[in-house]
């Protein structure tokens, strides 16, 4: 997964899957092809959507597993559902967001997040994009 691009270096564009061939007998295919939602995660997504995966969605146990705090992992799974377009309704008026944020700020400190990871989370919450818990 890993070695997926699937933006253009040139342009920064979205690039798409062109042709396929088939390792056996040499078929190809041309077209147009869609890779899906999970071919736009991160490795360190897809290590944690499979660390997700092992201990059956809990949380807790994450929170054990990776040494990270729980809104830290609460963070993480949201930015993966946002990526793969499963991000739940928005919450109005009920101060989600400065509690996303503060979410984001505790996983930046705990150096769980970069400083870049950390501006787009917070650019994402103020534009009222963000789901953090």
């Known amino acids: 997964m890993s070695g997926w691009v699937s933006q253009?270096?040139?342009c920064f564009g979205?690039?798409?899957v062109a042709e396929l061939e088939c390792e056996r007998c040499g078929t190809v295919i041309r077209g147009h092809f869609s890779p899906g939602p999970w071919m736009r995660l991160k490795p360190d997504q897809w290590d944690f959507v499979l660390r997700f995966l092992k201990v059956?969605?809990?949380?807790r146990e994450m929170e054990r597993e990776l040494g990270?705090?729980?809104p830290t992992?609460?963070?993480?799974?949201?930015?993966?559902?946002?990526?793969?377009?499963?991000?739940?309704?928005?919450t109005a008026g009920t101060g989600g967001s400065v509690?996303?944020?503060?979410?984001?700020?505790?996983?930046?400190?705990?150096?769980?997040?970069s400083v870049d990871e950390a501006i787009q989370e917070l650019e994402n919450i103020s534009k009222g994009r963000g789901t953090h818990a």
């Open 73 to 90: 992992i609460r963070a993480r799974l949201e930015q993966i559902l946002r990526v793969l377009g499963l991000e739940e309704g928005e």
């Open 56 to 59: 059956r969605g809990n949380l």
């Open 99 to 113: 509690g996303e944020a503060a979410s984001v700020l505790q996983a930046l400190e705990a150096g769980e997040l």
């Open 8 to 10: 253009c270096p040139a």
């Open 14 to 16: 979205e690039l798409t």
């Open 68 to 70: 990270v705090s729980y």
